[in-house]
């Protein structure tokens, strides 16, 4: 078994953001659900989404955290051994495998799509992210490098396809929004933009010429910045669209009907 | 690896004090998220952020408490020994880099800022924050006096500035309010100086002549009573404020819009 050898600045750093992600994904799933009556009903769906990817995200970081702290034996001269294989980072990738394609539907969900678009639009993406994320695995625990670019390469084709369907199916749904919804809808594509690019960096960390503990500590920062970022930091992009949208249809309202004339009747 | 005695009465200073603050965290968060049907809606996102607040560091405190427990090693003839390499105080400054920007904006919201004002108080605020609990962590975990006082310097400025924002800032939103409302804004003002006061003086605690086991106590005792009244305390405050403005609206009202016809409209 591949054992490398941690400095407890290294260990501390990712123990302490492994469990920073876990603290802000359960923020941020509180902050999804008690949020909610604070926008109209017809956005609330996008923002259950959110409640349930953070949710989610904050399950696999609770195993992660455990699994980190399993593969890590303090040393007696100080500094950890950490034992690679005994340290399970399939975790992140059966989240992505679940919350990618929800952070799409999401994102439909508070675009307001027609119908049709959308039902083309999340089976489009589905397909995409699953694509991406079942061909980085194979590359993730791989030892070769060619083998991590191989795969690296063959995930980077749907993730490209992914983010250009993205950038320009946002650019047309942000016509005939307000400005301000236009402001908080392309910052949300810059914000996708801009997370979604540390994943390959990450990814490619082991070909980058990092080694053993350093190429743990830079991948595992980046996930955990990266998820903060896409997952809670984002939601919380889409909160803001759908609570900017709330205000201009005049605050929350609650449709009640009222019965009138004279059958006056109005069952329970 | 260093290890320190604390007497039986150190340690269950700490130990029960820890664990207290995990609960006044956990009560506060049950009371917050129940008390936000009894305010109006447009105060509600202050009361959200205070759940949050509470929650994240309800979670550290128990992270914390974990931490303690497998640190210390009762003794045979009484009294424990205490592995500090062991104890990861680290959790209190994640807790603070995500919580303290939380605090900025709760303010934020309950004072009722124009929505400029609000973004540029927020992104000084995080920014000011941030560079606070960054620059105070080396020296918190550094052992030498003079890195301490260094870092414990740097951190300094940005807390200052912030503090001196704050006053002033709370000063302005509080002209045009009612003479209840002034009142609770003004012992809000004052609750969060006084404990953040707290912070820098448990900070110094190994530099003012305290050593080992004292400045463990000192430390320990001193940021929990800050977190429980700067965190739930502060809540608490803010709670009154949004009630306060809620009784002057003339109680909690929901907006509702009616449908009304010709023929009855009969709910389902």
């Known amino acids: 078994m591949e054992e490398i050898t941690l400095t407890a600045g290294q260990h501390d750093l990712i123990y302490n953001l492994i ?10 799933f509180i902050f999804f ?3 909610m ?15 349930v990817i953070v949710a989610i995200a904050g399950y696999h970081y609770w195993r992660i955290f455990g699994s980190f702290e399993s ?6 001269g100080g500094g950890y051994a950490f034992a690679t294989e005994a340290f399970n980072d399939a975790y992140r990738y059966v989240d992505w495998i679940i919350t990618v394609p929800l952070l799409m539907v999401e994102l439909v969900l508070v675009l307001d799509f027609k119908d049709d678009v959308r ?3 999340i089976a489009k993406m ?12 194979p590359g993730e625990v791989a030892t070769s490098t060619s ?21 320009s199916e946002i650019g047309t749904a942000i016509e005939g929004e307000s400005d301000r919804v236009k402001v908080l809808m392309r910052n949300t594509r810059l914000l996708i933009l801009a997370t979604w690019g540390v994943y390959p960096i990450a990814y490619l ?9 350093t190429a743990l500590v830079v991948l595992q920062v980046g996930y955990c910045l990266a998820d903060m970022t896409a997952k809670a930091g984002y939601g919380v992009m889409i909160y803001s669209i759908a609570r900017q949208k709330t205000v201009e249809e005049g605050g929350v309202t609650e449709r009640v009907e009222v019965a009138t004339g004279g059958a006056a009747a109005v069952p329970e």
Chains 1, 2 share one sequence.
């Open 19 to 28: 469990s920073m992600t876990l603290a802000v994904m359960g923020g941020a």
């Open 33 to 35: 659900l008690a949020s």
């Open 37 to 51: 009556k604070r926008i109209n009903r017809k956005h609330r769906a996008s923002m259950i989404v959110s409640a």
């Open 71 to 76: 593969a890590a034996t303090m040393l007696e």
């Open 119 to 121: 039902r083309k639009f």
């Open 126 to 137: 589905s397909v995409a992210a699953f694509l991406m994320i079942a061909l980085g695995y």
């Open 147 to 167: 083998a991590v670019l191989l795969w690296g390469t063959l995930s980077t084709i749907p993730f490209l396809y992914l983010l250009y369907v993205l950038w």
């Open 205 to 213: 960390a082991p070909v980058m010429g990092f080694e053993g503990a």
